[in-house]
């Protein structure tokens, strides 16, 4: 465990390095072009020099291009975690004889909708694999995300309601 963790730490933490900057660098943009957004935000007061429906048409958008677009740019080489458990082991694939490992990989070869990001076919297609693994990801995120927002509505909704019989 102390070669894996070893191996592990130091990529994941680079990551995040790197995920912070690339968030800073949009939050210090959306700063420095319209700093209303990120007022109204930590006040929490409504954006109403915003158009809302715009925002989210710029946002589905860019959501579009990165998922769509940028998956294409996906390296082939192993993740963080992949790459770690090959050091270690000195094999891609973790060997288990155990019947419940055995079974859980059955289940995921069964369900996977996109096994390794790509057709579970393999077969030719107008859009490439990574493409289309971005673009339903981020897909069920969108309907997750509906569906949470919906959800808070709803209870917002109930909690202002006067009991019934008052």
Same mark, same amino acid.
């Given at each position: 465990?102390? $070669?894996?963790?070893?191996?592990?730490?130091?990529?994941?933490?680079?990551?995040? =390095?790197?995920?912070? /900057?690339? $968030?800073?660098?949009?939050?210090?943009?959306?700063?420095?072009? +319209?700093?209303?957004?990120?007022?109204?935000?930590?006040? +929490?007061?409504?954006?109403?020099?915003?158009?809302?429906?715009?925002?989210?048409?710029?946002?589905? @958008?860019?959501?579009?291009?990165?998922?769509?677009?940028?998956?294409?740019?996906?390296?082939?080489?192993?993740?963080?975690?992949?790459?770690?458990?090959?050091? $270690?082991?000195?094999? @891609?694939?973790?060997?288990?004889?155990?019947?419940?490992?055995? @079974?859980?990989?059955?289940?995921?070869?069964? $369900?996977?909708?996109?096994?390794?990001?790509?057709?579970?076919?393999?077969?030719?297609?107008?859009?490439?694999?990574?493409?289309?693994?971005?673009?339903?990801?981020?897909?069920?995120?969108?309907?997750?995300?509906?569906?949470?927002?919906?959800?808070?509505? /709803?209870?917002?909704? +109930? +909690?202002?309601?006067?009991? =019934?019989?008052?």
């Amino acid at each position: 465990f102390a $070669t894996f963790a070893g191996l592990m730490i130091p990529i994941h933490l680079a990551i995040g =390095v790197v995920e912070g /900057l690339v $968030t800073s660098a949009v939050l210090i943009f959306v700063y420095k072009m +319209r700093p209303e957004i990120l007022e109204c935000a930590t006040e +929490r007061k409504p954006l109403n020099k915003v158009s809302v429906k715009k925002v989210a048409i710029v946002m589905l @958008a860019l959501t579009l291009l990165v998922a769509g677009g940028l998956s294409l740019l996906a390296s082939s080489y192993p993740d963080g975690l992949e790459w770690s458990i090959e050091k $270690t082991t000195g094999s @891609a694939e973790l060997a288990s004889e155990e019947s419940l490992h055995e @079974a859980a990989a059955q289940v995921q070869e069964g $369900t996977a909708i996109m096994p390794d990001y790509d057709y579970k076919d393999g077969g030719d297609s107008v859009i490439p694999g990574t493409t289309a693994a971005g673009l339903i990801g981020a897909g069920i995120t969108l309907v997750i995300v509906c569906a949470c927002a919906a959800g808070v509505y /709803l209870v917002k909704k +109930r +909690r202002n309601k006067p009991p =019934v019989g008052v």
